[in-house]
């Protein structure tokens, strides 16, 4: 695991069935550099390495003062799958420009300004609004319940703990389970 952080971008590299190399750990604070660009020092960034069979998963989280950014790239090679991470995260910032300069400072932007155009920004239209009845529920509980409607995921009230959670169905077809963490 890396930790790096004080008066630049905070990068946590851990490893899962793996430990990544030092020459890894040097191609991503590179490669995050790009990021921290949009945003300045006070960034965090969590690296994930997975090493399956065939191939090597990259996860990337990207957390700025409450806004999250999340890639997952899968490639034969860590390097690889690092770029493509970072290349993704890139273009949803640039996608979403505006919307994120509201929340930033003014100019973080301009330095990509002449680089390759992302298709413009699409306001968001809500087209539906729902309430839901919480009531207290197991966590498997809420899966088979989610699976019985045919949804992705499923908003209910832990009964253990009492707080609002939500499972989902996960893209390896697992399941996820979101927790509130109030800052």
Known sequence: MLNKG???MKITITGR??????????????KLAKIEKFFGPDLEAKVTVTVEKSSQIVEI???????????????????EA???????????I???????EKKLRAG????FADEEVVSEEVEYEL?????????????EEAILQMNLVGHQFYVFLNEENGDVNVVYKRSDSGYGLITPEIE
């Open 82 to 92: 690092l770029d493509r991470c970072v290349d993704t995260l890139i273009r949803q």
């Open 127 to 139: 087209v539906r609004s729902k309430s839901v009845q919480l009531k207290p529920q197991s966590v």
């Open 6 to 8: 004080d008066d630049c």
């Open 61 to 79: 989280t990207v957390n700025n003062n409450g806004m999250v950014f999340r890639a997952q790239e899968r490639a034969e090679n860590m390097n």
């Open 94 to 100: 640039r996608k979403n420009k505006t919307r994120i």
């Open 108 to 111: 973080n932007f301009d330095a």
């Open 17 to 30: 069935k793996c430990s990544p190399r030092d020459s890894f750990k040097d191609h991503a604070e590179k």
